[in-house]
């Protein structure tokens, strides 16, 4: 099975607004990365957090950590049409292949 | 290339024929994966190389699929016999070795989109 998951697989919101996805996983990881990506192409990688990371920015987006619920979230603040996308969390461990969730579609209605 | 280059990025075949895809990885990128992506699903891990290390074939859905990476750089990926249920997009990615993604995680091709007919 995978070792993330996301939820909402969905998610529909207004332009402006702040989107929040969150991915669990089921054993111990050495670090976890949010991709993006766009008409079921290639994904492009927007952050990376160790395992002794709490959170993350980069820009718009915000990610935390919680290794004791074995969980993630990824904010996008004040989001824009053009991050209507589908998102994936990769669990990482030390020797091991990255395994990645089924996603969230994320749709930003302008 | 700056970036991880798949071909062809589309490819129909007819059913029982067998297909070969490209992956060309960033140059000096030592870790290489191929994942499957069926219409609206996630990322299914095929095969993944690092190094001089045995690849860990694991994600491999039958004995048609095989892959090599030759000389630690490119890779191809063979579909011998395709049936319909392989249509699917077939993503390539690349990162440095595994410190590498570690600090800046992988990158990926474009895919090549596979259609059995």
């Known amino acids: 099975s995978q070792q993330g998951e996301e939820d909402p697989q969905a998610l529909s919101i207004q332009e402006g607004e702040n989107a929040t996805m969150n991915c669990s996983y089921k054993?111990?990881?050495?670090?976890l990365q949010w991709y993006r990506q766009n008409s079921g192409r290639g994904l492009v990688h927007l952050i990376l957090?160790?395992?002794?990371?709490r959170e993350k920015h980069s820009g718009r987006l915000r990610v935390t950590l919680d290794t004791s619920k074995k969980s993630s979230s990824l904010l996008i603040t004040a989001s824009r049409a053009a991050d209507t996308a589908s998102y994936f969390c990769?669990?990482?461990?030390?020797?091991?292949?990255?395994?990645f969730g089924i996603g969230t579609k994320l749709q930003v209605i302008p | 290339g700056a970036g991880v280059s798949q071909s062809p990025s589309n490819k129909v075949t007819e059913k029982g024929k067998d297909v070969e895809l490209r992956c060309d990885p960033i140059?000096?990128?030592?870790?290489l994966y191929w994942y499957r992506q069926s219409l609206g699903q996630g990322l299914e891990f095929l095969i993944y190389?690092?190094?001089?290390?045995?690849?860990?074939k694991s994600g491999l859905p039958s004995d048609r699929f095989s892959a090599e990476r030759t000389g630690g750089s490119v890779s191809t990926l063979t579909i011998q016999r395709t049936q319909q249920e392989d249509s699917a997009v077939y993503l390539c990615?690349?990162?440095?070795?595994?410190?590498?993604?570690?600090?800046?995680?992988?990158?990926f091709g474009s895919g090549t989109r596979l259609t059995v007919v």
């Open positions: 140059s000096g990128h030592t870790a």
């Open positions: 957090i160790r395992s002794n990371e």
């Open positions: 054993t111990s990881i050495n670090n």
């Open positions: 990769a669990t990482d461990k030390k020797n091991q292949k990255v395994t």
């Open positions: 190389f690092q190094g001089n290390s045995a690849p860990d």
């Open positions: 990615a690349s990162s440095l070795a595994l410190q590498g993604a570690l600090n800046y995680g992988y990158t």
